[in-house]
């Protein structure tokens, strides 16, 4: 009788045992039943886009007119594009011959010339004020006497201090 109740006792363990791998063994089931109906909608998806693709290239003659037609519209528009690179091109040089002619006048004008001179006397005495100003604050800085006054007022208070002293001493003996 005591071995018939280990016998039980392992064939419990052994069906809860059973019991937890069917257990394991339906939730993968689970995951996997998942994981392909996740692949599955996204290849159904892939195979949406291609048949619209196949649909969308199948139709050449389409796609040849539309090509053409882009072809056309851009030889169109490089021509415009070229045209205006031209005419500015000639604006430009136009304009280039302008501003070097009345750059000539104007150099060529006495007015001109007496106020470019001016200008250029004018930074030159502004630089050397400048100078001037410099030379001025240093000398100034060098001759400044009233910190030596005090300081010289000092010493001459303490020697006549000292004096005092020695006289009034000198005197009592």
């Known amino acids: 009788a005591p071995g018939s109740h280990l016998n ?7 069906e809860y045992g059973d019991k937890e791998k069917l257990k394991s063994d339906f939730t993968k089931l689970e995951q996997l ?12 998806d892939k195979i949406g886009v291609m048949n619209e ?11 040849k007119t539309d090509l053409e037609r882009k072809r056309v519209a851009l030889t169109e528009e490089k021509e415009q594009i070229l ?15 302008e501003h070097d002619e009345l750059k000539a006048t104007l150099e060529e004008n006495e ?8 200008e250029k006397k ?3 005495l502004e630089q050397n004020n400048q100078l ?5 604050a240093n000398k100034s800085q060098e001759s400044d006497y009233v910190p030596l006054k005090s300081q010289v007022q ?6 006549n201090t000292m004096l005092q002293q020695t006289l009034a001493t000198a005197a009592t003996q």
């Open 154 to 159: 000092k010493q001459i208070a303490q020697l």
């Open 132 to 136: 001037v100003k410099d030379f001025i």
């Open 8 to 14: 039980s006792s392992s064939g419990i363990n052994a």
């Open 83 to 97: 045209g205006t690179r031209s005419a500015s091109q000639s604006n430009l040089a136009t304009l280039q011959a």
């Open 122 to 124: 004018w930074q030159h």
């Open 33 to 44: 039943e998942s994981k392909i109906n996740t692949e599955m909608s996204q290849l159904q």
């Open 111 to 118: 007015t001109y010339i007496q106020l470019s001179n001016l």
């Open 53 to 63: 693709e196949l649909e969308k290239y199948s139709d050449t003659s389409k796609l």
